[in-house]
C-alpha cells in the first residue's frame, strides 16, 4: 500500500511525529494530497502544538486536547468552523519562534533607572503592568510602552517608612510589604492606600489574587487577608525561621524560609498540606504553576518540585556560583538570578541550563517573565531594572 493511499486521520498521526520544519518545507515536494492536508489539517496542528508548544513538566494533559484550544480573541476572530485550523496553526508557529528566541535569538536589554537604591521585588501583572519596590522606599507602578521594549512610569506610591522589599498586582489591587513591618494595600486604579497591616517582623514576601492576598515575614508566619479590604482571616503557622518568599495559584499558596523548607498550603482550610524538603539553606524565591512548584536557595541550586507529592525534588538544577535569589517560570522557560550577578535561563524540558541572559553590576534580588514583550525584568543592587528582551 502506498502511503497516500492510507486514510486522512492515520496520515495525520503519522506527520504529527515529522519535525515541524521538515513538515512545512518538504511536503509540498511530495504530493499535493499532503500538502493540503498538512496546510488545512485542525487535527495536525493540535497534535503539532501538544508535541513542541505545550509543556507541562508533571502530569499528561490529553484531556486539555479534547476540545480546541483558542482563547476569547480567536474565538472572536475565526467565528467559522472551516478557520479554526488557522488559529491552531498560528498559535503553533508563534509558540515555536518565540522559544527560539528564547533560546537562541538575540537578548535585547534595556536599563530603568527610577529608583534611589536597591531594586528589591517585582512584578509583572497578566496586562504587562509592571510594579518594582525599592530600598528608597518607593513602589513605583510602570506601563510597557507600545513597541518599545521599556516601560514608563505611570505612578509612584509613597508610604513605606523603611525599605519597600516585596510587591505583586492584582486586577485591581497592588499589596506591597517592607522592612517597617507593614503590609499595605493600595487601590491600582487611583493609587490610594486602602488598608495597612501589620507584622512583628521584616515582610519578604507578599502575593495577591482576586479574593485573598498573602504576606510572609520574619516573624515565621504567613498570614491571609481579604483583597478587597485588608481585613486578616488567619495566621498560617508552620515556618521556624524567617518567611523569604511565597507564590499563589488558585485556592493554593506556597512559601519557603530560612528553615530550609518548602510549604503548601491549601488557602480553603488554611493549612500546610505538604512539606518539601531538599535545599540545605534558606529558600529565597518560589514559583508555582498548577502542581509545579521551583524555588531556588542560598544553596546554589534551583529545585524542581511536584506540589501533589511529599517526596523529595523532581530535579536539581546547578549552574549558578552563589545564593540563588529569585526564579520565574513560563512552560519549559525558566530564569532565575543570583548574587553572582548573573540572569540564567533554564530549559525544563531537559532539567539543564540553557544560556546567560544577561548580568547586573550587582546581586540581582528580583525577577519576572513578561509575557506580553517576551522578556524578563530583573532588579539588583546596582538601582537598575534591566529588561531583557529575546
Same mark, same amino acid.
Given at each position: 500500500? #502506498?502511503?497516500?493511499?492510507?486514510?486522512?486521520?492515520?496520515?495525520?498521526?503519522?506527520?504529527?511525529? &515529522?519535525?515541524?520544519?521538515?513538515?512545512?518545507?518538504?511536503?509540498?515536494?511530495? /504530493?499535493?494530497?499532503?500538502?493540503?492536508?498538512?496546510?488545512?489539517?485542525?487535527?495536525?496542528?493540535?497534535?503539532?502544538?501538544?508535541?513542541?508548544?505545550?509543556?507541562?513538566?508533571?502530569?499528561?494533559?490529553?484531556?486539555?486536547?479534547?476540545?480546541?484550544?483558542?482563547?476569547? !480573541?480567536?474565538?472572536?476572530?475565526?467565528?467559522?468552523?472551516?478557520?479554526?485550523?488557522?488559529?491552531?496553526?498560528?498559535?503553533?508557529?508563534?509558540?515555536?519562534?518565540?522559544?527560539?528566541?528564547? $533560546? +537562541?535569538?538575540?537578548?535585547?536589554?534595556?536599563?530603568?533607572?527610577? #529608583?534611589?537604591?536597591?531594586?528589591?521585588?517585582?512584578? &509583572?501583572?497578566?496586562?504587562?503592568?509592571?510594579?518594582?519596590?525599592?530600598?528608597?522606599?518607593?513602589?513605583?507602578?510602570? $506601563?510597557?510602552?507600545?513597541?518599545?521594549?521599556?516601560?514608563?512610569?505611570?505612578?509612584?506610591? +509613597?508610604?513605606?517608612?523603611?525599605?519597600?522589599?516585596?510587591?505583586?498586582? /492584582?486586577?485591581?489591587?497592588?499589596?506591597?510589604?517592607?522592612?517597617?513591618?507593614?503590609?499595605?494595600?493600595?487601590?491600582?486604579?487611583?493609587?490610594?492606600?486602602?488598608?495597612?497591616?501589620?507584622?512583628?517582623?521584616?515582610?519578604?514576601?507578599?502575593?495577591?489574587? !482576586?479574593?485573598?492576598?498573602?504576606?510572609? $515575614?520574619?516573624?515565621?508566619?504567613?498570614?491571609?487577608?481579604?483583597?478587597?479590604?485588608?481585613?486578616?482571616?488567619?495566621?498560617?503557622?508552620?515556618?521556624?525561621?524567617?518567611?523569604?518568599?511565597?507564590?499563589?495559584?488558585?485556592?493554593?499558596?506556597?512559601?519557603?524560609?530560612? !528553615?530550609?523548607?518548602?510549604?503548601?498550603?491549601?488557602?480553603?482550610?488554611?493549612?500546610?498540606?505538604?512539606?518539601?524538603?531538599? #535545599?540545605?539553606?534558606?529558600?529565597?524565591?518560589?514559583?508555582?504553576?498548577?502542581?509545579?512548584?521551583?524555588?531556588?536557595?542560598?544553596?546554589?541550586?534551583?529545585?524542581?518540585?511536584?506540589?501533589?507529592?511529599?517526596?523529595?525534588?523532581?530535579?536539581?538544577?546547578?549552574?549558578?556560583?552563589?545564593?540563588?535569589?529569585?526564579?520565574?517560570?513560563?512552560?519549559?522557560?525558566?530564569?532565575?538570578?543570583?548574587?553572582?550577578?548573573?540572569?540564567?535561563?533554564?530549559?525544563?524540558?531537559?532539567?539543564?541550563?540553557?544560556?546567560?541572559?544577561?548580568?547586573?553590576?550587582?546581586?540581582?534580588?528580583?525577577?519576572?517573565?513578561?509575557?506580553?514583550?517576551?522578556?524578563?525584568?530583573?532588579?539588583?543592587?546596582?538601582?537598575?531594572?534591566?529588561? #531583557?528582551?529575546?
Amino acid at each position: 500500500m #502506498h502511503l497516500l493511499d492510507l486514510p486522512p486521520e492515520v496520515l495525520v498521526i503519522i506527520c504529527s511525529h &515529522v519535525d515541524w520544519h521538515d513538515l512545512l518545507c518538504g511536503t509540498g515536494l511530495t /504530493s499535493r494530497l499532503l500538502h493540503d492536508l498538512v496546510h488545512e489539517s485542525n487535527a495536525l496542528w493540535r497534535m503539532m502544538y501538544k508535541k513542541f508548544c505545550h509543556y507541562s513538566a508533571l502530569q499528561d494533559t490529553d484531556d486539555v486536547f479534547d476540545m480546541p484550544f483558542l482563547c476569547l !480573541d480567536d474565538v472572536q476572530r475565526h467565528p467559522d468552523e472551516a478557520s479554526l485550523h488557522q488559529s491552531w496553526k498560528a498559535r503553533c508557529m508563534r509558540s515555536l519562534q518565540e522559544d527560539a528566541r528564547f $533560546s +537562541y535569538g538575540k537578548v535585547g536589554r534595556e536599563i530603568m533607572c527610577r #529608583h534611589n537604591g536597591w531594586i528589591m521585588g517585582c512584578h &509583572v501583572a497578566a496586562d504587562g503592568t509592571l510594579a518594582t519596590a525599592g530600598s528608597d522606599r518607593k513602589v513605583i507602578i510602570w $506601563s510597557p510602552q507600545s513597541n518599545l521594549p521599556g516601560y514608563e512610569v505611570v505612578r509612584i506610591l +509613597y508610604g513605606h517608612t523603611d525599605w519597600a522589599r516585596c510587591v505583586r498586582l /492584582s486586577r485591581d489591587r497592588i499589596i506591597s510589604g517592607g522592612c517597617d513591618k507593614q503590609v499595605r494595600l493600595w487601590d491600582r486604579e487611583s493609587g490610594a492606600l486602602i488598608q495597612t497591616m501589620d507584622h512583628q517582623g521584616w515582610v519578604n514576601a507578599v502575593a495577591i489574587g !482576586d479574593d485573598i492576598a498573602l504576606s510572609g $515575614s520574619d516573624d515565621h508566619l504567613v498570614k491571609l487577608w481579604r483583597a478587597d479590604n485588608g481585613n486578616m482571616l488567619h495566621e498560617m503557622r508552620g515556618h521556624t525561621d524567617n518567611v523569604c518568599c511565597m507564590d499563589m495559584c488558585d485556592s493554593f499558596a506556597v512559601s519557603g524560609g530560612a !528553615d530550609m523548607r518548602i510549604r503548601l498550603w491549601d488557602l480553603a482550610r488554611a493549612e500546610c498540606v505538604h512539606v518539601l524538603i531538599g #535545599h540545605t539553606n534558606w529558600v529565597r524565591g518560589v514559583r508555582m504553576q498548577d502542581s509545579l512548584i521551583i524555588s531556588s536557595a542560598s544553596d546554589k541550586t534551583l529545585r524542581v518540585w511536584d506540589g501533589r507529592s511529599p517526596d523529595g525534588p523532581v530535579a536539581t538544577l546547578r549552574g549558578h556560583k552563589d545564593f540563588v535569589k529569585c526564579v520565574d517560570f513560563s512552560g519549559w522557560k525558566v530564569v532565575s538570578g543570583s548574587t553572582d550577578m548573573v540572569i540564567q535561563s533554564w530549559d525544563l524540558r531537559a532539567m539543564a541550563p540553557l544560556r546567560q541572559l544577561g548580568r547586573h553590576d550587582g546581586d540581582i534580588e528580583c525577577l519576572a517573565f513578561s509575557a506580553t514583550k517576551n522578556s524578563t525584568i530583573t532588579g539588583g543592587r546596582d538601582s537598575c531594572v534591566l529588561v #531583557h528582551t529575546w
